[in-house]
C-alpha cells in the first residue's frame, strides 16, 4: 500500500523559515514527478512547485525565489524549503506523486505564517 506522509508545519513567523519534509512507502520517488500543493480556508488547492523526474524544478511565480523542492534519494524523502513566509503562505501543504496514472497524495501539514 502507498501512503505518503507530510511532516513539519509550524506556525511561523512572517520572514521565517520552514522546512517541509514527505516521506513514501510502497513507491520509490525517483520513478515519480512529485509536487507541492497547498490549500488555504476557502481556497481551491493550488500547486507550489514541482520536482520531475527528469527536468528542473518549477514553482508557482507566488513562491518562486523564496521556495526550494529537493529530493534525497537515500532516504526517498522530498523536501520543501520555505523561506521569507508571507502571511499568504499560510495553508495546509501537501505533497503527491504522480507516474503515468498513478497519482498519490499525502494528508497534508499545516502551515500558519502569523506575528
Known amino acids: 500500500q502507498v501512503q505518503l506522509v507530510e511532516s513539519g508545519g509550524d506556525l511561523v513567523q512572517p520572514g521565517g523559515s520552514l522546512r517541509l519534509s514527505c516521506a513514501a512507502s510502497g513507491i520509490t520517488f525517483g520513478h515519480y514527478n512529485v509536487g507541492w500543493f497547498r490549500q488555504a480556508p476557502g481556497n481551491q488547492r493550488e500547486l507550489v512547485g514541482h520536482s520531475f523526474r527528469v527536468a528542473n524544478a518549477h514553482y508557482a511565480d507566488s513562491v518562486k525565489g523564496r521556495f526550494t523542492i529537493s529530493r534525497d534519494v537515500t532516504k526517498n524523502m522530498v523536501y520543501l524549503q520555505m523561506n521569507t513566509l508571507k502571511l499568504e503562505d499560510t495553508a495546509v501543504y501537501y505533497c503527491?506523486?504522480?507516474?503515468?496514472?498513478?497519482?498519490?497524495w499525502g494528508q497534508g501539514t499545516q502551515v500558519t505564517v502569523s506575528s
Open positions: 503527491r506523486a504522480q507516474s503515468g496514472i498513478n497519482t498519490y
